[in-house]
């Protein structure tokens, strides 16, 4: 699929379905009507990447003040202090990871600001467990297994959603594929996955078939993950936009 690929926000439905695995997108990590709700692109990270954790001021925050963001590590340690000034009802607060970072677990970030003091929390994982595999974008294809053009895709026709998938151990390697659709409105359209086994080195192509009931702009995720029982990402999400006409 020839699309430009793009980050989206991961539904509430499928972080039902799959609330250990996701993150994608905006996901609420802590909900309070009367302080501040905390929402971050991931749930887990490695080291080296981005964290970027966006904070809904519901009430108390007066414009011109000072929200003090303090991040701690697994064992207390404070990796970062962070001021910014209060401008509206949202602070975006984005930090990266050491690379060299050792310290796994669950991580803290603290905000504070007039009498509020919140927390929300993100894992960081062993990256010896996560780079496994190797996940490529989405494509869309018919049931002969030809890419559909961008101009062809039509409401009511089955496609086919795929991905490449190749294991980068020297052993044999069960994962989980899932896929999920979301439409205009960020609402899913389709919730699927399977599971399979890969041998070392190999590339697979799991598919997930879906026939789109109306016309509209979509945006399609697919995951890989080690298993059900034990979720961890083997490689980051790939995404991609396409037209229903």
């Known amino acids: 699929m020839k699309s430009t690929i793009r980050a989206a926000c991961a539904s509430i439905a499928f972080a039902a379905i799959v609330a250990p695995l996701l993150s994608q997108g905006a996901y609420a990590l802590d909900s309070l009507p009367t302080g501040v709700t905390m929402f971050t692109e991931e749930k887990r990270y490695v080291a080296g990447e981005t964290v970027r954790l966006v904070a809904q001021l519901h009430e108390h925050a007066i414009s011109n003040t000072l929200a003090l963001f303090t991040v701690y590590a697994p064992d207390d340690e404070t990796f970062l202090v962070s001021?910014?000034?209060?401008?509206?009802?949202?602070?975006?607060?984005?930090?990266?990871?050491?690379?060299?970072?050792?310290?796994?677990?669950?991580?803290?970030?603290?905000?504070?600001?007039?009498?509020?003091?919140?927390?929300?929390?993100?894992?960081?994982?062993?990256?010896?467990?996560?780079?496994?595999?190797?996940?490529?974008?989405?494509?869309?294809?018919?049931?002969?297994?030809?890419?559909?053009?961008?101009?062809?895709?039509?409401a009511g026709t089955e496609m086919v959603i795929t991905a490449g998938l190749e294991n980068d151990e020297e052993e044999n390697r069960p994962y989980v594929f899932a896929v999920q659709v979301l439409d205009e409105d960020g609402m899913p359209a389709l919730v699927s996955l399977m599971t399979g086994n890969m041998s070392p080195g190999q590339t697979v192509n799991p598919s997930i078939n879906w026939k789109?009931?109306?016309?509209?702009?979509?945006?399609?995720?697919?995951?890989?993950?080690?298993?059900?029982a034990d979720p961890v990402p083997l490689d980051d999400k790939r995404a991609g936009t396409f037209e229903v006409y």
């Open 83 to 154: 001021k910014q000034t209060i401008q509206g009802n949202m602070l975006n607060f984005i930090f990266s990871l050491d690379k060299d970072e050792t310290r796994t677990g669950e991580w803290t970030v603290n905000v504070r600001y007039s009498d509020i003091n919140e927390n929300a929390t993100f894992t960081l994982l062993d990256k010896g467990l996560y780079d496994k595999a190797v996940l490529n974008s989405p494509v869309l294809r018919d049931g002969r297994g030809a890419e559909l053009a961008p101009e062809s895709i039509r």
């Open 212 to 228: 789109p009931a109306e016309s509209g702009t979509y945006t399609v995720e697919v995951f890989a993950w080690s298993s059900l």
